[in-house]
Nanobody
Framework: VQLVESGGGLVQAGGSLRLSCAAS????????IGWFRQAPGKEREGVAY????????YYADSVKGRFTISTDNSKNAVYLEMNNLKPEDTAVYYC?????????????????WGQGTQVTVSS
């Protein structure tokens, strides 16, 4: 399994960014795929996930209505569209996929991780 994120950067508050994650070694059909983030001095936080076979989508309360997770099976890619960004969204964002052991979020365990991409939102 390999996950490679891209799309991070510096944006002003109220702006938008779209993160991408290129995945290989598994399919989205039967594996949950999600986004997590970690700000300096804080624990890793689950942001959103989606599992096609279960039809389940999750968003953290802090991002509901602003972030959208989507997948493109033809490209084996997952995206995180982030709108109305706030300074508190500043963090390293990680793409993750379901595994047998790792970090539990909701109904799933995420154990495969990308290298992360930095998102910085200025006020």
């Amino acid at each position: 399994v390999q996950l490679v994120e891209s799309g991070g950067g510096l944006v002003q508050a109220g702006g938008s960014l779209r993160l991408s994650c290129a995945a290989s070694g598994f399919t989205f059909d039967d594996h949950a795929i999600g986004w997590f983030r970690q700000a300096p001095g804080k624990e890793r936080e689950g942001v959103a996930y989606f599992k096609k076979s279960d039809g389940k989508t999750y968003y953290a309360d802090s991002v509901k209505g602003r972030f959208t997770i989507s997948t493109d099976n033809s490209k084996n890619a997952v995206y995180l569209e982030m709108n109305n960004l706030k300074p508190e969204d500043t963090a390293v964002y990680y793409c993750a996929s379901e595994a047998s052991f790792g970090h539990r979020l909701g109904d799933y365990i995420f154990g495969w991780w990308g290298q992360g991409t930095q998102v910085t939102v200025s006020s």
